[in-house]
């Protein structure tokens, strides 16, 4: 069974339910304003949009076309700043600059500095030697106008060179200059024979620089070269004038352990000062060296190398034993070397000397007898041999 609705009947039902049930018609409530107000209110929203509208257009013009009275403010005080900025760069940049060039002033300085003290410790070093020389100097050994070889220094630089180095001085006032020439005169072993060669020789190149031209002293100093087969025994150091000698002085090259058989003591151990007097013997080992006086024996104790040395401000009255005896000074009483005997310059001996080496100095006076050991053959050393 179908029941079809229209809408006449849903009309119809509605009427019949609004009519039973009870209700209440509705009601709107609505304020009223006068017109004058709408009127005024209208006005008013119409004035607020037209004054936004003319803002937001003024604020847009402003935006993108500003005015350009206050752009050139802007560009006014951009280029100030950029000015004071500039300026301030280039006060920085001058700061820094000179800043460098000081430091640069320093380093340069400095360098200098250590330039200046490098030539100065030469200079030192070469017035030291300069003040050796002159200490060495003995002016009432060389007369009133002799010529005289003060000191003579010479090592073998190289198997075939010997460095020398010499001061010669003249006596007297310095009235007269001396001009001369510088020989050596050298003995040597070549193939096993002993050979003489003189140096330089008279048609050798080089010549000028064995001239001698001074009033009161000249130093020389240079190299000689020899044969490579040739074994040095003496070299002889001549002063030449005219031909002549007027001054000569002698060197040996023979080595100390081939020569006494055994080693010699080279160190001092043991030191008797200047201000130092002794009364009674000393005894010793190793090496002594002596500035004061000593009233008494001086004697080496034992088998070992020993060394003595009397210097020229020493005195010693006593017997003196000892295996390697240096003498500047004096000793008054014997002697006894049992390996080498130096006397220096200013050596002065009162006594019998007994030796088994002797090395002589020019100037060493010996006052007694020179007595050798005979245990082999005598060895002797003439270091100073004047004309």
């Known amino acids: 069974m179908t029941y079809s609705s229209s809408p006449f009947s849903t009309m119809k039902f509605r009427l019949w339910r609004r009519r039973m049930s009870v209700a209440s ?13 709408r009127l005024v209110c209208a006005l008013a929203i119409a004035a607020l949009a037209g004054l936004s509208t003319i803002w937001v257009y003024d604020l847009g013009r402003r935006l993108t076309h500003p005015a350009s009275g206050s752009l050139k403010e802007q560009l006014v005080q951009y280029k100030e700043q950029l ?8 006060r920085l940049s001058a700061s820094v600059n ?45 007369g ?33 200059t001396f001009v001369g020439n510088l020989q050596f005169a050298v003995t040597a072993l ?70 006494l058989g055994r080693k010699t003591k080279s160190t001092i151990d043991s030191l008797i000062g200047i201000s130092t007097n002794i009364e009674g013997n000393v005894h010793f080992k190793g090496g002594l060296r002596i500035d ?19 210097s020229e401000f020493a005195r010693v009255e006593g017997e003196v034993r000892v295996a390697h005896l240096m003498v ?3 000793i008054v009483g014997p002697v006894y070397s049992s390996e080498l005997l130096e006397l220096q310059p200013k050596a002065r001996i009162t006594g019998d000397v007994h030796y088994r080496a002797l090395e002589m100095h020019g100037g060493a006076l010996v006052a007694g007898k020179l007595a050798h050991d005979q ?13």
Do not use: C
């Not at 018609?25 to 107000?37: A, F, N, V």
């Not at 070889?149 to 003249?170: C, F, T, V």
């Open 190 to 259: 070549q193939g096993g024979k002993s050979v003489m060669m003189n140096l330089p020789e008279n048609n050798a190149l080089g010549q000028e620089k064995y001239r001698l031209s001074f009033k009161f002293y000249q130093r020389v100093e240079g190299t000689l070269s020899l044969p490579k087969s040739a074994v040095v025994k003496t070299i002889q150091a001549r002063v030449l004038e005219n031909g002549q000698v007027q001054a000569q002085q002698s060197a040996a090259f023979k080595r100390r352990v081939a020569m």
């Open 328 to 330: 500047n000074g004096e």
């Open 292 to 310: 004061g006086n000593v009233k008494g024996n001086v004697v080496a104790d034992g088998e070992e190398p020993s060394m003595l040395v009397i």
């Open 25 to 37: 018609r509705r009601m709107t409530i609505r304020t009223q304003l006068p017109w004058t107000t």
């Open 144 to 176: 009133p106008q002799g010529i005289a070889i003060r000191r003579m220094k010479i090592n073998l630089a190289a198997p075939d060179q010997l460095h020398y180095r010499l001061l010669i001085m003249q006596g007297g006032k310095g009235e007269h």
């Open 83 to 90: 000015q004071k900025l500039g300026g301030e760069r280039d």
């Open 98 to 142: 000179a800043a460098q060039s000081q430091i640069n002033i320093e380093r340069a300085t400095q360098k200098q500095l250590l330039v200046q003290v490098k030539s100065l410790e030469a200079e030192n070093t070469a017035l030291k030697e300069d003040l050796a020389f002159f200490d060495s100097l003995l002016p009432n050994t060389i």
């Open 375 to 387: 245990a082999d053959e005598p060895v002797l050393k003439l270091a100073l041999s004047n004309p």
